[in-house]
């Protein structure tokens, strides 16, 4: 076995730092590629669930719209109905109009 002389050892620190080096550059690129995908994935989740949890406004502003249908189906009377979407509120139009 030989032993390890000064020069090698520079030499061989030196290799090891510069594999370092490209080894932290890569792992900052493959980490943040996958953060960006966390971050995507997150948001498309929230959105999802966001859109997910406002069916059942839309079905109570559809029964709303059906009931003041069927409340004035035989009334001149035309009635539009307030329904809340996103926290915006959304006026429909009584169809019997157009």
Known sequence: MSALTLDAAKSLSATAVIIFLLGSFAAA???KTI???VVVISVLLLLAFSVYSQRAS???CADKVQGNFTR???SV???DTE???FGAQVTITDPRTE
């Open 29 to 31: 690129l493959i980490m």
């Open 35 to 37: 953060i960006q995908k």
């Open 58 to 60: 839309l079905q109570d």
């Open 72 to 74: 004035d189906g035989t």
């Open 77 to 79: 009377t035309v009635t």
């Open 83 to 85: 329904c809340s979407f």
